[in-house]
């Protein structure tokens, strides 16, 4: 397959799965199984983490004015009766510390263990029942969070310690993870969706950057022969394709984030729940002989 239509299709399918409850590292990691890319490539690592940063900024641009609005309110919030610990921007910064304590900690655990597309298969699957149940569930009953600014301090460090999950376990989806973890701590669908989208801010603006500064500057203690295979060497063309592929996640992402929004407020997320656990099924039954590891 032409490298650029490869780099269009990658890009089209991390715009689309970023923000999605599905899991955007299990699509990603099918999708370039499919084409046949080398996935310890240092350049394709490179590009997956850069076109993650296409989808980064997009929800950046359209989360832009509210982030702005937090931080004129800060720290008394809209209605007053916010402080330091209790405000949104704090609560997403605590989320997000309770995040990476476990993340980092178990992260070469993780990389060594968890990244076979079967463990992925059994992620997706669990997860969307998981989904699936939390968001029948919780539909039922009357939600006492209607609004991020109505948060409490242990709502917060509950949801950062569920998507740690995601960051330990490939294929369980930070989205999956902050959304069930926010309605089963009493939050509307509306407010853990924009929750996890706030949350994904600094999450993914830290793992992107790390990652992108380790596969640039590997680590001296890995040898000089790990640091030479690490060694991204870039032409015109490489230069081309990672522009494409940046460009078409942001402007996915873009169309994706306003579409989830609309869709969450009328349908919520069994459909997303269900597609994970057909999708997993159908891993583990045929992954193996369709999609080389």
């Given amino acids: 397959m032409n490298v650029y239509l490869q780099s269009v299709l990658l890009g089209i399918v991390e715009g689309l799965t970023e923000f999605l409850p599905v899991s955007s590292t299990a699509h990603l990691r099918i999708t370039e199984a499919l084409m046949r890319i080398p ?26 004015g509210r982030i702005v609005s937090f931080l004129r309110t800060f720290p008394e919030g809209e209605n ?5 610990l209790t405000h949104p921007l704090s609560l997403t910064f605590i989320a997000f510390a309770f995040t990476s304590a476990p993340a980092l900690l178990l992260k070469k655990w993780s990389d060594h263990n968890l990244g076979s597309l079967s463990v992925m298969a059994l992620a997706l699957l669990i997860g969307g029942v ?12 009357e939600a006492l969070v209607t609004h991020v600014e109505e948060m409490s301090l242990g709502q917060s460090i509950w949801i950062g310690l569920c998507q740690a999950l995601s960051a330990i376990f490939p294929g369980v989806s930070r989205s999956m993870s902050t959304i069930a973890a926010g309605q089963i701590a009493s939050l509307d ?18 793992a992107t950057g790390y990652d992108l500064v380790k596969e640039i500057h590997p680590h001296k203690a890995a040898g000089a022969a790990a640091v030479a295979a690490a060694h991204v060497a870039m032409s015109g063309e490489r230069w081309i394709v990672l522009a494409i592929g940046f460009a078409v996640s942001f402007v996915v992402a873009l169309g994706v984030v306003e579409w989830f929004l609309l869709w969450v ?11 994970r656990i057909v999708l997993g099924i159908a891993l583990l039954l045929f992954g193996a002989r369709y999609i080389s590891s």
Avoid: C
Wanted: aromatic share 18%; no cysteine; glycine share 4%.
């Fill in 39 to 64: 996935l310890d490539d240092a350049y394709w690592k490179m590009y997956t983490i850069v076109i993650q940063a296409g989808a980064i900024l997009a929800l950046l641009l359209l989360y832009l």
């Fill in 265 to 275: 407020r009328r349908h919520g997320f069994a459909v997303f729940a269900l597609y």
């Fill in 80 to 84: 007053g009766d916010r402080n330091w």
């Fill in 189 to 206: 669908r509306p407010s853990a969706l924009e929750f996890s989208f706030l949350l994904s801010i600094p999450t993914m603006l830290a």
């Fill in 130 to 141: 998981v989904m699936w149940i939390v968001d029948v569930w919780y539909s039922q009953k």
